[in-house]
């Protein structure tokens, strides 16, 4: 939990809103990072209540303005004017007219006015609230606001650099989405940038090696490639060690190029995957997009529409309706598919693999012992093989074992003609040494799931395990897949000692809880162990191990997410779900919603999401936990509706007003790239609390030059543009994500050509951006350039700076000398050269020693020091928001 840091004063008549002052005041001090500041704690004080007042505002980083129906004495104003020219972030709440009782409004027609005044002015140059009607809307109002505010100050750009993993999604309404994953708070939500998607060269080759000296299947190749070619889609399916990958293998390498001319896609292990989470592999496999990218369902379709490919699919464990969603998505494609149990019906053929018919099953044992049979060996091979059914698996043990243990055909046969099939395969796990034991029954434990080489070494304490595996693979006992290391076929037939699978199986889920926080920002480690995770998580759910469970769970989602497998995320959640409910960790719970509602939001579901992250926000208010409520208010706001801008009216001042600058007007497009921005959510600017994170004091980008100061222009007029160069100073990549002007005066410095938007700088490469200057009235203009590199965080600002003059300066023309002696009387008055000052319309040029220098942004008048939202179109084509105001306007 982040400490108390933002001290918040609170502005407000007195007598007439004490209840509002209060509720607010609660709902300030429930959030530890908060300081509510107010006349409520000035004490004692020498001081004049205008005096403390002033000096509290001062001190404090954020200003909160409580508007009712009485204009008071002024004081309230006069913090306002202060908080302006200290640019502290301004929030504005008024009272709802209908809420406010007659006796609390002022009857001096003056003060009325005032008033009126001072909230046209506040309506004008703020985003605010929607009028409040109780003091507990008021601070559910203020509360909501401060975790906006909170998140864009101190956790946008801390948790963009903490982010384990991103995604770019498209929802169905076209909307682009940009998921970060790995934060301890949650996932965050941001506007995306559609990406630069390119298909793969083709024709894509499959990515496992063909299956060479095929016995028999030739039927069944006949059967597939008759079908294949039609369009139609093949499952083979039966026991395991029929052969079927074999026949998949062999399938894929087979010259189908006239007919799928994209080429072969191979999946290893489908498992229960479901169709969407497979179509996004299908998307990868064809298609190449930076940023990382999950399309929408429609997308898909047009995407998939043209595909000529054929997709082979091994171990799929997936029902009929997911075989069916994938098939009518890839109408010019053909699956060709593997597993167990058949689940294809209807179109295409499902062709149950049986044993290799009798020579065939003779030759491959001769193959399997590596020699020729002799003539009497031939009948107790025939006998071997019957008793085995031709089973290709279980041919091979036993000829492994006929090696190993010099064993005759002979003996064989009457070995394997004793007993069931698989009495061999115990018999063989029997006699392992200790060390091949411990594996085989750590994979056993398993019951087929993959693992890594390294999680077996850190499970079994063993130190080298590669011999051992290499023993048990060619026993025909363990099997290397594309996911690591599994027992065969053979293996998960033996009935197991539920005792021992038991203990292994809580050492392989103590052994993941641990390594999966060790590995959290290694996706690519993690995608690669998904398979024991997700076992992990069933096991210990059976096991009643919740914590474990959710520890496991935590970890995986995140790499799920950023992969694009969401439904596997989000059967992940449920689990933690559950498993936070039964224990009652809150925390978890929340945590879990936080997820599930930010995923519904991405897929489109919004009613699903607002629903499941309101929940979200509740439970992590009620606990306290106003940072990771910060986070989920962010998320929540991205299902807002277009916030109205401030109006572009200028405001007639108030007597106390007059003092101050009037607001610089919005230009058009600047409204539409603030209600663009804010209707995503975002709220950006305000002042700083703390500089949480330290910098370096060798910035990773510099300017060329080093401030840009456009001199004087003529009002009405354009600048010649001028160009800057950004370098990388650094030694390492950088990425440029955002590029854009703020500050006051942002609308008055164009970007009108630029090379750095999404560019990357290698160490000592540059890029250029030009800039104008569009001066309006006579004034003296700021603003400065930013650089967000990678991450999202701010790698560099340069000054701008422009002075709008009414005309040129003429220089006085000296009146010609007259021809006569002039008398005394007629002598001409001296002509004294104009100043800038006595030229209608311009502002003094500030003495040299009182110039800003050109690494800071100089400082603008007390009129425009005060916070308002800007935008900034650059030449990308949309618009860059870069927002100083500090309240909003949500619709309803």
């Known amino acids: 939990m982040f400490p108390a840091v933002a001290r918040i004063f609170v502005s407000s008549t007195w007598i007439d809103l004490q209840p509002e002052r209060r509720a607010v005041e609660d ?7 908060a300081k509510f500041i107010g006349m409520e704690y000035f004490g004692s004080r020498p001081d004049s209540t205008e005096e403390a007042s002033l000096d509290e505002v001062d001190r404090a980083e954020i200003y909160l303005a409580i508007i009712g129906g009485r204009y008071g004495s002024g004081i309230t104003e006069a913090e306002y004017r202060r908080a302006r020219e200290r640019n502290l972030p301004c929030f504005i709440y008024f009272k709802d007219d209908s809420a406010i009782p007659e006796n609390f409004r002022d009857p001096e027609p003056e003060k009325s006015a005032r008033l009126a005044a001072l909230k046209e002015e506040l309506y004008a140059r703020h985003i605010v609230s929607a009028p409040f009607k109780s003091p507990q809307d008021l601070a559910a109002q203020v509360r909501d606001d401060l975790h906006r505010w909170f998140f864009d100050t101190h956790l946008s750009a801390l948790l963009a650099r903490q982010a384990a993993g991103n995604i770019t999604a498209s929802r169905e309404d076209n ?25 793969r060269a083709t024709p894509l080759r499959p990515n496992v090696r063909p299956f060479r000296n095929l016995l028999d ?9 008759q079908t294949l070619r039609q369009r139609l889609p093949v499952q083979f399916y039966g026991e395991d060690g029929t052969g079927k990958t074999a026949l998949l293998r062999h399938l894929s390498h087979h010259d189908l190029t006239a007919d799928f001319t994209d080429g072969v896609i191979f999946h290893h292990q489908v498992a229960r995957q479901t169709a969407s989470d497979l179509q996004q592999f299908l998307f990868d496999s064809f298609y190449e997009s930076e940023p990382n990218y999950r399309p929408s369902e ?38 060709l598919f593997a597993g167990r149990e058949r689940a294809l019906f209807g179109e295409g053929r499902a062709l149950q693999m049986q044993g290799l018919p009798e ?51 002979a003996d064989l046969a009457q070995r394997v003609g004793q007993g069931p099939a698989t009495s061999l395969t115990h018999e063989t796990a029997d006699r392992l040494p200790d060390e091949e034991k411990r594996i085989l029954a750590i994979l056993s434990a398993l019951g087929g799931t993959p693992l890594q080489a390294e999680n077996l070494e850190q499970i079994s304490g063993l130190r080298e395990t590669d011999r051992a595996l290499e023993n048990l693979a060619r026993r025909n006992l363990a099997e290397l897949t594309a996911f690591g290391w599994r027992v065969s076929g053979l293996v998960k037939e033996q009935p197991k000692a539920d005792g021992e699978s038991l203990n292994w199986r809580q050492r392989i889920i103590g052994h993941f809880s641990g390594w999966i926080e060790r590995n959290a920002r290694d996706n690519a480690k993690i995608e690669n162990a998904a398979p024991a995770l997700l076992a992990c998580i069933d096991w210990a759910e059976a096991a009643e191990l919740p914590r474990e469970s959710i520890k496991i769970g935590r970890g995986l989602e995140t790499s799920l997410e950023s992969s694009g497998r969401w439904d596997a995320s989000l059967s992940v959640l449920g689990s933690i779900n559950r498993h936070a409910s039964s224990i009652g960790d809150e925390e978890t719970l929340a945590w879990a919603l936080h997820q599930e509602g930010t995923l519904a939001i ?10 499941l992250l309101t929940d979200a926000l509740q439970r992590r208010i009620e606990m306290g936990d106003h940072i990771a409520a910060s986070v989920t208010r962010h998320n929540l706001d991205f299902l807002l509706p277009p916030v109205i801008p401030p109006s572009i009216k200028e405001p007639a001042p108030s007597k106390q007003a007059a003092t101050g600058g009037t607001a610089s007007r919005l230009p058009g497009w600047a409204k539409f790239g603030l209600i663009a921005l804010l209707s995503g959510g975002a709220l950006l600017g305000g002042k700083a609390i703390v500089d949480r994170f330290t910098a370096d004091d060798s910035p990773p980008l510099t300017f060329r030059p080093e401030a840009l100061d456009f001199g004087r222009q003529i009002a009405g007029t354009q600048s010649k543009p001028q160009e800057i160069e950004l370098i990388n100073a650094s030694d390492r990549e950088i990425e440029i994500l955002d590029v854009g002007v703020a500050g006051i005066d942002s609308e008055r410095f164009p970007i009108v050509e630029n090379s750095c938007f999404g560019a990357r700088l290698r160490p000592g490469a540059s890029c250029s951006i030009v800039i104008a200057y569009l001066p309006d009235a006579p004034a003296v203009h700021t603003a400065r350039l930013q650089i967000r590199g990678e991450n999202a965080i701010e790698t560099g600002a340069l000054p701008l700076r422009g002075e709008t003059i009414a005309e040129e300066p003429v220089e006085p023309t000296p009146e010609p000398l007259p021809t006569e002696e002039p008398t005394p009387t007629e002598e001409p008055t001296p002509t004294q050269e104009p100043t800038p000052a006595q030229v209608p319309g311009t502002n003094a040029v500030p003495e040299a020693d009182s110039v800003p220098a050109t690494n800071a942004v100089p400082e603008t008048d007390s009129g425009k020091a005060c916070s308002r939202a800007t935008a900034t179109a650059v030449s990308t084509g949309r618009a860059e928001f870069r927002p100083d105001s500090d309240s909003r306007q949500r619709g309803p």
């Open 298 to 335: 429609a997308e898909r379709l047009n995407l998939f529409r043209e595909k000529r490919a054929l997709i082979v699919m091994d171990d799929v464990d997936c029902g009929r309706a997911e075989i069916e969603d994938l098939l009518n998505i890839f109408p010019e494609s053909a699956f």
């Open 27 to 33: 709902a300030i001090h429930r959030m530890s990072e």
């Open 359 to 409: 020579d065939e099953a003779r030759q491959f044992l001769e193959r399997e012992l590596g020699r020729t049979l002799t003539a009497a060996e031939q009948a107790p091979a025939r006998a071997v093989c019957a008793s085995l059914k031709g089973h290709p698996l279980s041919i091979a043990q036993a000829a492994a074992y006929a090696v190993e243990h010099n064993v005759s055909l």
């Open 217 to 225: 299947r030739t039927d069944e190749s006949v059967v597939a490639l």
């Open 602 to 611: 991405c897929k489109g579901e919004d009613d699903l999401g607002r629903r």
């Open 175 to 199: 909307r682009a989405v940009r998921l970060e994953s790995g934060s301890p708070y949650g996932s965050v939500l941001r506007t995306g940038i559609q990406p630069v998607i390119s298909a």
